[in-house]
Each structure stands twice: as structure tokens, then as C-alpha cells.
């Protein structure tokens, strides 16, 4: 009788299993719009231009280029910077001119002491296939040259966005322990060498680095809404006051099962779309979700 009790506790908790992973497969791959072509398998940045056609960057190893990608997720059209290398572009975002800004600020060891991003003109005013950029550079001044401790290790970057004269640039967390806290640093958004000013934090969540990591970040075309992304959430900050981005509303919006996702960027004021790199045949897609329809979770009242 006991042998019996186990053995239907045991295939109660794996058809509890089996549905749990099948509701988050769903949850992901029912807002899945295109597949996108394989030069893109390190998908890590995507900004909609002036006419809302997708562009789209890779992560380190690929030339210094844009992709213009067309509805089906091949590949429209290739734009070279010249002026430009790839060490370890990780977002992309713009500005209210539609100036275009590539990150190459990735510091997954801790140990770029400057940091580069690309400023360019809106890609459909560029004529041929290559273009010129504005160089920004930045540092943080909290490395000061001293070792980076485990407890310190919280200088990578992957998600920034353009609000104002200013870029705000959110790190992902490698700390150990990890604390799950995503600091917020503003440069200039002109080609000069800046320190980074520290203004502002937000904790995630703890559970897992992997999966509260942040890797990209946008904001709405009205500037209303500022969107993080990790593993598995869209984290939506609203009714904030000036680039105060915590000091409003805040949910969580699940994603469902966890891959590698790694760009965001918004449509419209209502629609975000989102992307994920390859890994081992997972992934290498565009999602879309709209804001009005999604469920959220709500994390903080605005009070």
C-alpha cells in the first residue's frame, strides 16, 4: 500500500512538472513573431528606425555593423561603421532625433577600465552601407585602479537607454554574493570622455544570477515607460518622476521558460518586442507583447 502512495506521489509531482514547464514554454513561445537569420545568432541590441523598420546588432566576435532586418527576419541590408570596433556590443538604443547610440561596454571580467559607445545618425538617412560615428567615451570612477573584489564586481553592462541629454546605462550584477542590484550611471550623450555618475539602484531579485540578470533596456517613444529585461521578466517602471525610474510604478511581467534573452526595444507606446540569441537550437527569435494585454504582476504603488 505504501510502495502504491509513493509511486502516485511521484507521478503526481512529475504531471505537476510536465505542465508547470509546458505553461512556461507557452507563456514564452506563444508571443514568438519571426525567426531571425542565423548571422544573428548573438542578437544583442534591436532600435525600430524613423519609417519602424527593425535593426539589429550582434554581441563581441562580429564586424562593427547594423542589420536591417525585413519582416520574414533575413536580412535587408548590412551597415558598416568605420570608425568603429566590436569588442563587446551589448544594446542599442536612441535618442528623441532619432540618433542612433551602439554600446560596446560589455566588461564580463571586470576589467575595461574605458568604455566606448557609438553615436550615428538614424540608419534610414544613411545613404550607402557605411557611416561614421561620434565616440563617447566613459569610465567608473568607483574602479579607482584598486582590485575588484567579488562584493564590488558590479561593472558590466549590457542595457542602456537615451532619456534627455543624457544616456543612463543599468550594469549586470556579478556580484558574489549575489545581491541582485542593477546600479544606474548617466554619461553625456556627446562625443567626449566622461566620468560615470552613479544616480540610482534597483534589486531585481536574488534567486539566481542568470535569471536577474539585466541585459537590455528601453524606453517608450513618449518616455513614459522604461522597460528592463533579464532571463525570464520584463521588469516595467511607469509614472516616474524625471529620471527618477524607481520612483513610480513598478511590475513584473513574466516571460515564461529561460533562454537568453537579450534585446528590448518598444514598437509603440503599447508594444514592446523582444529577442533572444541562439543556443543549441533554443532561441534566435523576435517576440512582441503588448502592454494593454500582457499580465502583470505589481511590485510597487506609486504613493
Known amino acids: 500500500m505504501l510502495k502504491k502512495s509513493v509511486l502516485s506521489l511521484i507521478t503526481v509531482i512529475f504531471l505537476t512538472a510536465v505542465t508547470i514547464i509546458s505553461m512556461s514554454?507557452?507563456?514564452?513561445?506563444?508571443?514568438?513573431?519571426?525567426?531571425v537569420d542565423p548571422k544573428l545568432k548573438e542578437i544583442s541590441g534591436i532600435e525600430f528606425d524613423k519609417s519602424n523598420r527593425l535593426w539589429a546588432i550582434n554581441d563581441s566576435g562580429d564586424d562593427p555593423k547594423l542589420y536591417l532586418l525585413n519582416k520574414d527576419g533575413s536580412i535587408d541590408k548590412e551597415v558598416l561603421i568605420t570608425n568603429a570596433k566590436n569588442v563587446d556590443w551589448e544594446d542599442m538604443t536612441q535618442n528623441d532625433f532619432g540618433h542612433f547610440f551602439l554600446g560596446d561596454f560589455g566588461n564580463n571580467k571586470q576589467q575595461r577600465k574605458w568604455l566606448t559607445i557609438y553615436k550615428i545618425e538614424n540608419p534610414i538617412d544613411i545613404k550607402g552601407d557605411?557611416?561614421?560615428?561620434?565616440?563617447?567615451?566613459?569610465?567608473y570612477p568607483e574602479m579607482d585602479g584598486s582590485p575588484i573584489t567579488p562584493d564590488r564586481r558590479n561593472f558590466d553592462l549590457e542595457a542602456f537607454v537615451a532619456f534627455g541629454h543624457h544616456l543612463y546605462l543599468f550594469t549586470k550584477n556579478r556580484t558574489e554574493p549575489f545581491d541582485g542590484i542593477t546600479n544606474v550611471y548617466k554619461v553625456g550623450?556627446?562625443?567626449?570622455?566622461?566620468?560615470?555618475?552613479?544616480?540610482?539602484?534597483?534589486?531585481?531579485?536574488?534567486?539566481?544570477?542568470?535569471?536577474?540578470?539585466?541585459?537590455?533596456?528601453?524606453?517608450?517613444?513618449?518616455?513614459?515607460k522604461l522597460v528592463?529585461?533579464?532571463?525570464?521578466?520584463?521588469?516595467l517602471f511607469e509614472n516616474f518622476?524625471?529620471?527618477?525610474?524607481f520612483s513610480g510604478d513598478i511590475?513584473?511581467?513574466?516571460?515564461?521558460?529561460?533562454t537568453q534573452k537579450e534585446a528590448i526595444t518598444f514598437y509603440d507606446d503599447n508594444t514592446i518586442v523582444f529577442t533572444d540569441e541562439e543556443f543549441k537550437g533554443i532561441g534566435g527569435n523576435t517576440y512582441l507583447i503588448k502592454l494593454d494585454e500582457i499580465s502583470k504582476t505589481i511590485i510597487q504603488k506609486k504613493l
Not at 229 to 234: K, R
Not at 241 to 245: E, I, L, N, V
Open 25 to 35: 514554454i507557452y507563456t514564452l513561445y506563444s508571443k514568438k513573431q519571426i525567426s
Open 130 to 139: 557605411t557611416t561614421e560615428a561620434e565616440i563617447i567615451k566613459f569610465t
Open 189 to 224: 550623450d556627446h562625443a567626449a570622455n566622461f566620468d560615470a555618475e552613479l544616480v540610482d539602484s534597483f534589486k531585481t531579485c536574488t534567486t539566481l544570477e542568470k535569471l536577474c540578470w539585466i541585459t537590455s533596456a528601453a524606453l517608450s517613444p513618449d518616455r513614459s
Open 228 to 235: 528592463l529585461l533579464d532571463s525570464t521578466s520584463i521588469w
Open 241 to 245: 518622476s524625471g529620471d527618477k525610474f
Open 251 to 258: 511590475s513584473r511581467i513574466d516571460l515564461g521558460i529561460v
